[in-house]
């Protein structure tokens, strides 16, 4: 009797495919993975900052940078200074970045068909339940963990 797949490792397999076949798709518009997410984000986050952007995408601050430098040139986003730090740069989406959004949804809409044929809804339903449910707890713990980073060290007792 075979195994059951570890479920960790089921989980990146399954990402590492999708993500595979969405770059793969995004780049016949001459779009990378990394543009993607960030137009993708900044689009659910209007008003975001570049260094809040960057987390969200798991992309590398300075590399992020370059990516937005490019979007700011072709007229897909602007940057505006934050009214209450000067030195934040805030982001958002131009008007000519929805029809690129609205192909890269395509895309996207096409894997998740693809990935998902023969699955029924009620079960559909019930994944997207039980990842939603994991996402929410995963964030609570990473959040905690954190905070507790960051928590100045206690002082030790003197005897």
């Known amino acids: 009797m075979q195994e059951p797949p570890n479920f960790g490792y089921l989980l990146v397999d399954v990402s590492r495919l999708y993500l595979r076949g969405f770059a793969r798709e995004a780049g016949t518009l001459g779009f990378t993975l990394p543009e993607s997410k960030a137009l993708g984000y900044l689009a659910r986050n209007q008003g975001i900052s ?34 209450r730090d000067r030195r934040v740069r805030c982001l958002y989406l131009k008007a000519p970045a929805q029809s690129i959004l609205d192909e890269l949804g395509q895309i996207g809409a096409a894997l998740r068909e693809a990935a998902t044929t023969g699955v ?26 954190a905070a507790r980073a960051q928590a100045p060290p206690r002082p030790e007792l003197s005897s």
Not at 131 to 144: F, G, I, K, R, V
């Open 120 to 145: 029924a809804a009620s079960d559909l339903e019930g994944f997207i339940r039980v990842l939603s449910h994991m996402y929410e707890q995963l964030s609570a713990a990473d959040a905690a963990s």
């Open 50 to 83: 570049q260094a809040g952007l960057a987390e969200l995408c798991d992309i590398e601050p300075m590399t992020l940078g370059r990516i937005l430098d490019r979007m700011e040139a072709d007229g897909w986003i602007e940057r505006r200074t934050a009214l």
